[in-house]
């Protein structure tokens, strides 16, 4: 398995599912191992690099990063407990944003919503929390006037976002330039 110092997690993931399948097709059960031997070295090396971030400066930043870290190795109950632990020193917008993602994935909706609120009270223009929100208005909720007007505000703050195909299927005006594809930012 062959992965940089500057492959990203998911990157890493990815790497390991080819070559496993790789070794697997070929019932090669050594090369299988050796492969979930690198990516758990791999893993123990991030989990010590973040864990000593902690060690040196236990705050909400810190405790944001690693359950991004647990919540990237799909270990959902473990990002949860950093999360939560992140807001135990400040309303970290992020943290809040995160766990309200997972806790609404889980079906936790009211407990999400109100963590979508709590990632707005620093700044109440966040997209990224508003277009969460709105999904979570859209798909658990399905309450469409909710959606509409968390759309609304978002193509207030950043109107690029009018030409995103849950943005278009959701505004109640007819968007006058179809001609414009969105591209997503990058």
Same mark, same amino acid.
């Given at each position: 398995?062959?992965?940089?110092?500057?492959?990203? @997690?998911?990157?890493?993931? %990815?790497?390991?599912?080819?070559?496993?399948?790789?070794?697997?097709?070929?019932?090669?059960?050594?090369?299988? $191992?050796?492969?979930?031997?690198?990516? &758990?070295?791999?893993?123990?090396?991030?989990? %010590?690099?973040?864990?000593?971030?902690? *060690?040196?400066?236990?705050?909400? &930043?810190?405790? @944001? $990063?690693?359950?991004?870290?647990?919540?990237?190795?799909?270990?959902?109950?473990?990002?949860?407990?950093?999360?939560?632990?992140?807001?135990?020193?400040?309303?970290?917008?992020?943290? %809040?944003?995160?766990?309200?993602?997972?806790? $609404?994935?889980?079906?936790?909706?009211?407990? %999400?919503?109100?963590?979508?609120?709590?990632?707005?009270?620093?700044?109440?223009?966040?997209?990224?929390?508003?277009?969460?929100?709105?999904?979570? *208005?859209?798909?658990?909720?399905? !309450?469409? !006037?909710?959606?509409?007007?968390? +759309?609304?505000?978002?193509?207030?703050? $950043?109107?690029?976002?009018?030409?995103?195909?849950?943005?278009?299927?959701?505004?109640?005006?007819?968007?006058?330039?179809?001609?414009?594809? @969105?591209? @997503?930012? +990058?």
């Amino acid at each position: 398995m062959r992965v940089s110092k500057r492959t990203s @997690f998911e990157g890493l993931k %990815a790497a390991r599912r080819v070559e496993s399948a790789s070794a697997r097709e070929r019932g090669d059960v050594e090369r299988l $191992q050796k492969v979930e031997w690198a990516y &758990e070295a791999l893993i123990a090396e991030s989990r %010590a690099w973040f864990d000593g971030r902690v *060690k040196d400066n236990d705050g909400a &930043e810190a405790r @944001f $990063q690693l359950g991004n870290f647990y919540q990237t190795l799909e270990k959902y109950e473990d990002a949860e407990r950093e999360y939560r632990h992140a807001l135990t020193f400040d309303a970290h917008a992020d943290a %809040a944003n995160n766990l309200a993602m997972l806790l $609404q994935e889980r079906g936790d909706v009211d407990e %999400a919503e109100a963590y979508y609120i709590l990632a707005l009270k620093s700044n109440e223009n966040n997209v990224d929390v508003l277009f969460n929100w709105a999904t979570l *208005k859209l798909n658990c909720r399905q !309450d469409l !006037d909710a959606t509409r007007v968390l +759309i609304e505000k978002i193509v207030a703050i $950043q109107p690029d976002l009018k030409k995103h195909p849950l943005v278009k299927a959701l505004r109640e005006e007819e968007d006058d330039d179809d001609r414009e594809p @969105f591209v @997503f930012p +990058i």
